[in-house]
């Protein structure tokens, strides 16, 4: 991923690198989707996957810190 990332911003096009984190990013995942749903729901139409995409998205950074948890004590380090 790293690679793909620096591989792209030595393109002289103006390249913005924009690096994952540990949360949730800008407006498009957290919030988007869940305007389609309240859309969706109005005309009558099941949304249970874009639903279950943010339960996921919204759990992932308890996720991360609990994995950076286990990886540190695994390498017998402490928090």
Known sequence: ???VINAAATKP???LPLCP???LGGHC???DPFYLVWQARAVG???RFVELEGEI????PGYVVRRVGEARNDD???L
């Not at 998205?57 to 992932?60: A, H, P, Q, T, V």
């Open 1 to 3: 991923m790293w690679d």
């Open 13 to 15: 096009f103006g390249f």
């Open 21 to 23: 984190g540990p949360g």
């Open 29 to 31: 995942i957290p919030i």
């Open 45 to 47: 139409c099941d949304t």
């Open 57 to 60: 998205n919204r759990s992932m």
């Open 76 to 78: 017998g380090k402490s």
